[in-house]
Nanobody
Framework: QVQLVESGGGLVQPGGSLRLSCAAS????????MGWFRQAPGKEREFVAF????????YYADSVKGRFTISRDNAKNTVYLQMNSLKPEDTAVYYC??????????????????WGQGTQVTVSS
């Protein structure tokens, strides 16, 4: 089992940047593919980004493609989400999640086995 803790959220102006981190403990992160999801008030949770266990494959939601970058440092047991050119519609609680299957590209929440507690990102002037 792995425990996930997100950090790096906060308040940022439109056009600004934030980098979210997801630190894992309990098991080595290289055992899992990882994803980021977000949930805005009154909306369903939505997929944001995916990275394979090795980091060789990434995949993004259309809404963030070209603005967000997912990466991982297995030696540090940490996954990152670099968010640039932020928009008010990016405001949400962001969650990282771990998929122990390590095959394919996982974009649905039910494909993930472990979740963090979330970190709030607010984009507002």
């Amino acid at each position: 089992q792995v425990q996930l803790v997100e950090s790096g959220g906060g308040l940022v102006q439109p056009g600004g940047s934030l980098r979210l981190s997801c630190a894992a403990s309990g098991r080595t992160l290289s055992s899992y593919a990882m994803g980021w999801f977000r949930q805005a008030p009154g909306k369903e949770r939505e997929f944001v980004a995916f990275i394979s266990w090795s980091g060789s494959t990434t995949y993004y939601a259309d809404s963030v493609k070209g603005r967000f970058t997912i990466s991982r440092d297995n030696a540090k047991n940490t996954v990152y989400l670099q968010m640039n050119s932020l928009k008010p519609e990016d405001t949400a609680v962001y969650y990282c999640a771990a998929d122990k299957r390590r095959v394919g590209v996982s974009i649905r929440g039910y494909e993930y086995d472990y979740w963090g507690q979330g970190t709030q990102v607010t984009v507002s002037s």
